[in-house]
């Protein structure tokens, strides 16, 4: 009896395993991630490209200090450079600048814009966190996620962060890794596109990739 209860316990585990791997050959597995947002991407991206280094994928980047949803829904850089860089994912870290918007819909025209630009490559946007001192930027944040579908947006607004100041929204640099590892252990298990690999860098490492534009505000891309 007990050994017909392990080969039965056996067979389950066999399954269940077959069943993990099946679902991950079901998602598609990006070599090349493309990085774009606005001041909030560069530490994330260098964070990504860290893991990059690791588990033995690219990232490029885009930094445009200040930019914007519709900032971007106009670029067209934008286009230039997903045609330069054919990347098998794009991320985008967008929204702090619009993060107390209380009618989101009016971004409709640039988000769609976006993802046109993406054609069929597939698109995760990690949301913006919350603004110290403020409790807005939730709807933002719903808006976003009902745009974009599950598997393909990161909500960030309830992560704490450790943040450059009181008042400051932006991570420092310590809040930057933990905000990407926990993307990274997101993706892993529900999001929509798959990494090659998810082993966390040792320490608190970062990577700049061989690609990485940086756009100061008043510039355009």
Sequence with gaps: MKTKIVAILTLLLAFGCIGVRAQEQERPVADKVLFIGDSMTGWLAERMGAYGNTNGFEVATVVWDGSTIKKWGESPGLHSVIREQKPDVIFISLGMNELFEANPSRFQASVDA?????????????????WPGHNKG????NWLASQMGSGHYFNSFDLKLPRQSQSNPHPSRE????????????LE???????????????EQMSRGKTFIYKRMKESF
């Design 189 to 203: 298990t529900d999001g929509a596109v798959a990494l090659p690999g998810y082993q966390k860098p040792a320490g």
């Design 114 to 130: 976006i993802k046109g630009a993406a054609g069929d490559i597939p698109v995760v946007w990690v949301g913006p966190p919350s």
């Design 175 to 186: 809040g930057m890794i933990t905000w990407m590892d926990r993307i990274m252990q997101w």
């Design 138 to 141: 939730q709807t933002l944040n």
